[in-house]
């Protein structure tokens, strides 16, 4: 009888340990599993506030470098445009004949002209033909003059620079000669260096259709 009665309690004390085992290790799986679940949701609540940032900071940034891009072609297209307009009414005449219209739109005497003459004057050419004691031009030398006399020259060479040499001789010698060669040799040594600028373009294109 006391064996059976040590076998219940045993028996009973085994139970109560086991149950006690299980629950306790079903709290804790349960309880890990809350957590487990808790920290998902908390990564995925993140990985959606980082998303919805990135998204919108890339959709900013994306915005104002399409705007910045399109500004920029527009400033460069209207740039452009401007400077296209400058060089078309000038393209179709050489170089030459825009330089001859500078020339006379800084120099000439009289802008209301009929026509605009031009004289190529090879070096060695006598500065005054009429007289055998004038020295001859030392590089070759343009002449350009209106239809009168009144109206002025322009005498000079260019240097390729924008900046030209001007020889102060009359379109018409008037005078006593032979007025000796020192007279001719101070020309040449007090040639004066002058900038052409560029100019109107309407003007000088006004110019270029007198070029005769």
């Not at 915005?63 to 740039?79: A, G, M």
Request: net charge negative; glycine share 8%.
């Amino acid at each position: 009888m006391k064996k059976i009665t040590k076998i219940l309690y045993f028996n009973i004390s085994l139970c109560m340990l086991v149950g006690c085992s299980n629950n306790t290790n079903e709290e804790y799986i349960n309880d890990s599993s809350e957590k487990n679940s808790a920290l998902e949701s908390t990564k995925e609540t993140e990985k959606s506030i980082l998303k919805e940032t990135a998204d919108g900071v890339n959709d900013t940034s994306t915005k104002e470098t399409v705007k910045n891009n399109s500004d920029s072609t527009n400033s460069s297209s209207d740039s452009n445009e401007g400077s296209k307009g400058d060089k078309e009414i000038l393209s179709p005449y050489s170089s030459e004949q825009i330089e001859y219209a500078r020339v006379w739109l800084k120099l000439g005497a009289n802008q209301e002209i009929d026509g605009l003459y031009v004289q190529h004057i090879p070096a060695g050419t006598l500065i005054n033909p009429n007289d055998d004691t004038s020295a001859s031009y030392p590089e070759d030398v343009i002449q350009l003059a209106g239809s009168r006399l009144v109206d002025g020259s322009v005498t000079y060479s260019g240097n390729g620079d924008g900046t030209i040499n001007v020889y102060n001789v009359p379109l018409r010698w008037d005078g006593s000669y032979p007025a000796g060669e020192k007279f001719y040799t101070n020309i040449i040594e007090n040639t004066k260096l002058v900038y052409v600028d560029p100019g109107d373009d309407e003007k000088i294109l006004a110019l270029i259709k007198l070029l005769k």
